[in-house]
């Protein structure tokens, strides 16, 4: 069996805003705030904007590998 062409591959996030965070954990954004304060979730900033690691999140849910269908926004093509 091949694989599917590349344009129908979901590309799976490094790193997450933290709305999307709150989102995907079901989580509210002080409780994600909270988390990345005491260092249950990694952070990296890029000039103004905390971005959430994916990994991260993933870790705190207790998953090894990312969701086949992830919530996130929808990308920009």
Do not use: C, F, N, W
């Amino acid at each position: 069996m091949s694989e599917p062409p590349a344009s129908d591959r979901r590309l799976v996030p490094i790193t997450v805003r933290v709305a999307t965070a709150a989102r995907i954990t079901s989580l509210s954004r002080s409780r994600i705030y909270e988390l990345i304060q005491s260092g249950d979730i990694e952070t990296v900033k890029v000039g103004r904007a905390m971005l959430v690691k994916y990994r991260s999140v993933l870790a705190l849910l207790g998953e090894d590998t990312p969701p086949a269908d992830p919530y996130l926004p929808p990308t920009h093509r």
